[in-house]
């Protein structure tokens, strides 16, 4: 096990009916001026008015700004960076799920820095404070609501940037997270879908690690994803099933926050590669790693034989081949495919996905692999290095 500081700031507040609560929250907080941050989208509205009224009955001023788009956008944050030092807010509340709060958290940066706050996601400068803020969450995906991350998109240039917390000092990370089942039961299949795997992809990247005596964390990974394996279904199944809404919402922040890696680096190139993808496509980030995962997963297995093994029977309960220890490797990535593809129903290829033909060139393919190294260096990954040629290869098969 490696070592680690772990640490969480943020109060989960679950339960139906919790979003009562919010104008307590907000205060306890410090908050008196608050951004209320969204989608703008119609099923939205009625929560954004319920609780403008908590916390104006409550005297907490409220400024509003909508319009967040999956994979948000820059231009959105510079917007709302101007309304919070007009309107002197002292605190934000993102409404949604990960791009209203990624969005909010780059607003939180923003408005305090008196350079571009681009500079952050260009590794060009490091915040030295934020605002603070909260969450309302209405769907279960990123796990933001109880992350030290933010993700935005550069649109002018297609590019897909983070900005992280370091450990010792945790700006970012919202105060609290309201989290209501009931509010996820209107969220759309294909949505739904995509956020359950996000939230595999996260426990994948985590649980694929060659760091050591990491039984318990092992553990862990392999009850979150056996989790999100039966439950997704499930909300498709059923959208209102309170049971299966709830342990999706419960399980993204802890999917992410932290708790599932403890003891072990995980390995990210996934993410690192549709990250790009979906900076260049603009395509839903869970969707982009339901196409990602099972091709990445087929280019190491070989390698990491026994990890892959252990995946297989301990997650999907696929009984171990004698003979041929590698057929129950590819059974348990095949059984990831059934998962995605089949149970949840999602696009297999890009061009399934909606990418046309003709934005899918191998010049363009390079040029997306390319950017994953824009830190430097030759090779990603804490697990499995790859380099250029290897995302390629995974890429191409993704097409």
Known sequence: MIDLVLRSTTDTIYGKGSVARVAEL???????????????????????????????????????????????????????????????IDFLLPIGGGSSIDSAKAIALGVPYDGDVWDFFDLKAVPKTALPLGVVSTFAATGSESTKAT???????????????DNDKII???????????????????????????????????????????EFSDHLCEAGLKTAIKFGPMA???PCNYEARGALMFLSGYAINGYMKFGRHGD???HALEHEMSGEWDIPHGAGLAI?????????????????????????????????????????????ED???????????????????????????????????????????????????????ILKQCV
């Open 236 to 238: 498709l199944e059923d």
């Open 26 to 88: 907000v205060k306890q907080h410090g908050g008196t001026r608050v951004l209320l941050h969204h989608v703008s989208e119609p099923f939205i509205q009625p929560l954004v008015n319920e609780v403008r009224s908590i916390l104006e009955e409550s005297g907490i001023y409220c400024a509003d700004l909508g319009g967040v788009v999956p994979n948000p956008r820059i231009s959105t944050v510079y917007e709302g960076i101007e309304l919070c030092r007009r309107e002197r």
């Open 268 to 270: 990210w190139n996934c």
């Open 172 to 214: 970012i990370r919202p105060r609290f997270a309201i989290l209501d089942p009931v509010l996820t039961f209107t969220a759309p299949r294909f949505q739904t879908a995509s956020g359950t795997a996000d939230i595999i992809s996260h426990m994948c990247e985590n649980y694929f690690s060659v760091d050591g005596d990491n």
């Open 292 to 336: 990602v995962t099972p091709r990445w997963m087929r280019h190491i297995y070989k390698e990491h034989l026994d990890l892959f093994i252990r995946f297989a029977t301990s997650v999907f309960h696929i009984p171990y081949n004698v003979i041929s220890p590698e057929k129950t490797a590819l059974a348990g990535i095949e059984a990831m």
């Open 339 to 393: 998962v995605f593809f089949r149970k949840l129903g999602l696009p297999s290829t890009l061009r399934a996905l909606g990418v046309p033909e003709e934005k899918m060139t191998d010049e363009i393919l390079h040029k997306v692999c390319k950017r994953i190294f824009y830190m430097g260096g030759e090779a990603y990954g804490d697990m499995h290095a790859l380099r250029e040629e290897d995302f390629f290869a």
């Open 151 to 165: 993700i935005v998109t550069k649109e002018e240039e297609r590019l897909k940037r983070g900005w992280e917390d």
